[in-house]
């Protein structure tokens, strides 16, 4: 069964295509990956191990781990990186690996700039020196603009300057990219993109530190969701709302190398909820009696995050003709449907590919 983008067949341009993805065994780019094997591309993954017991037990369930071809290496091995990606080589890459969490760049802001930074130098150089790449997207975060609690959405001509380790070397990323395709690849070779999404849920997030993986975690052992800032307003969306999104932009620009930029990928405004409006709505998607309270009176001195963050997408959509999805309760819904069937023990593959269909099979 083929997939279906805007309407027309995804897989009539992945078909056969050469993909590399750095940070395939995380969450994203798991679910990456299955979008891809479903649209006929040879994906060849580099990345370390995933962090967490759940999820490694994840991508062998998958079938991510048997179907595409993984490489172990972390993105701050240059040479390594540069050697896996002359052996693949890609016609397109994307770029998710990255130390992915606010509060872990807090605790070990060296290891987060180290990956987040020179990762990214590492894999323009990797596809500086490799010559088969037509096709680049880095993916970075909302969080990369100079945040100044302004109720409007950021625009891609806003100011970069994260606040927080994390985010501000998500910034940094955002600059090398930029220098890249100035110094090295101004001659069109190469059509290189960012993308900065929004805060993204669904099925197969196992971090800490997050909200919908600590609902869920709380939720199946029949506790209390604690919710340490409820009233901090995001732009929540799917996963699978941006991955479509990073799938256009690569297939957009390797056919029209003016396409190519920065691009914001959030969810329409309504859709912008706080945390304990997200929290009421899991706990009714859940049912069960589960509830959350308010533990924010424990944060006092903890570090700095945002409270509020918000994205205008409308260069995406009129540019490339990206449209969201799914709804926030549509969104919960999902992730809630695929969390209980992974507790539930059920063939894990065939409901990522059933919830990958279903997105492009939409009316």
Request: charged share 25%; with cysteine.
């Amino acid at each position: 069964m083929g997939l279906k983008m805007m309407g027309k067949a995804m897989e009539n341009f992945w078909q056969g295509k050469r993909v590399f993805i750095t940070g395939h065994t995380g969450f994203k780019g798991m679910w990456l990956c299955r979008m891809l094997l479903l649209a006929g591309a040879e994906v060849c993954g580099y990345a370390l191990e995933a962090p967490t017991a759940e999820g490694r037990a994840l991508l062998a369930k998958s079938g991510v781990l048997s179907e595409v071809l993984g490489i172990q290496g972390d993105v701050r091995d240059g040479k390594k990186l540069l050697a896996a990606m002359k052996e693949a080589r890609p016609e397109i890459v994307f770029h998710l690996a990255a130390q992915p969490l606010v509060l872990e760049g807090y605790r070990d802001p060296v290891t987060t700039y180290e990956t987040n930074v020179m990762g990214t130098v590492n894999i323009l150089e990797a596809i500086r020196q490799t010559g088969s790449v037509r096709s680049f997207v880095n993916v970075t975060t909302d969080k990369v603009y100079k945040n100044n609690e302004w109720c409007w959405g950021y625009r891609e001509n806003e100011p970069l300057d994260g606040y927080d380790p994390y985010s501000n070397s998500k910034s940094c990323s955002e600059l090398v990219t930029h220098s890249y395709r100035q110094s090295f690849f101004d001659d069109g070779s190469v059509a290189i993109s960012t993308a900065r999404a929004g805060n993204v849920i669904g099925g197969g997030d196992f971090s800490a530190d997050r909200i919908i993986p600590d609902c869920i975690r709380a939720a199946a052992a029949g506790k209390i969701i604690e919710i340490r800032n409820p009233y901090a307003i995001r732009p929540y969306q799917h996963v699978l709302e941006p991955l479509s999104a990073y799938l256009l932009i690569a297939e957009k620009q390797y056919k029209e190398i003016s396409l190519a930029g920065a691009y914001n990928v959030g969810p329409a405004d309504c859709d912008c909820v706080s945390n304990g409006e997200l929290a009421d709505i899991f706990c009714r998607c859940w049912g069960e009696g589960a509830a959350w309270k308010d533990v924010s009176g424990r944060s006092a001195g903890a570090p700095h995050e945002a409270n509020f963050l918000r994205l205008d997408s409308a260069k995406i959509k009129s540019v490339m003709g990206w449209q969201p999805g799914w709804n926030i309760i549509t969104a919960v819904e999902k992730t809630i449907e695929w969390a209980k069937a992974y507790y539930g023990g059920s063939d894990m593959a065939e409901i990522i590919d059933e919830q990958i269909k279903a997105f492009f099979l939409r009316a």
